[in-house]
């Protein structure tokens, strides 16, 4: 059974730094291209982060670009993202995503999904 669980989304100060986990089972990270994608309230699920399965080869919406790292540990079957200089705007529910299609990643459907975490940044 594949679950993606995220964890790692808080409160933080725009301008600061977090950290976000996701943590697979029942598929190897290595395997699949994952990605990371997060929806603002009462806005539509957006593309931020992606890493490609076979070369990790790592994709990034504009808007994160410079900011936000996707990083991958094949031992710990988990990816990261690692946010830097936040905003407000960066605010929304962070979702971990695992595609094993040939679709590149920013456009690819994707077979599974985590609950999300919630990330907030304070002006």
């Known amino acids: 059974q594949v679950q993606l669980v995220e964890s790692g989304g808080g409160l933080v100060q725009a301008g600061g730094s977090l950290r976000l986990s996701c943590t697979a089972s029942?598929?190897?990270?290595?395997?699949?291209?994952m990605a990371w994608f997060r929806k603002e309230p009462r806005k539509e699920r957006v593309f931020a982060a992606a890493i490609r399965w076979n070369d990790g080869y790592k994709y990034y919406a504009d808007s994160v670009k410079g900011r936000f790292t996707i990083t991958r540990d094949n031992a710990k079957n988990t990816v990261y993202l690692e946010m830097n200089s936040l905003k407000v705007e960066d605010t929304a529910v962070y979702y971990c995503?695992?595609?094993?299609?040939?679709?590149?990643?920013?456009?690819?459907?994707?077979?599974?999904w985590g609950p999300g975490t919630q990330v907030t940044v304070s002006s």
């Open positions: 995503a695992a595609t094993n299609r040939f679709t590149p990643p920013p456009m690819s459907r994707y077979d599974y």
């Open positions: 029942g598929l190897s990270v290595s395997n699949y291209s």
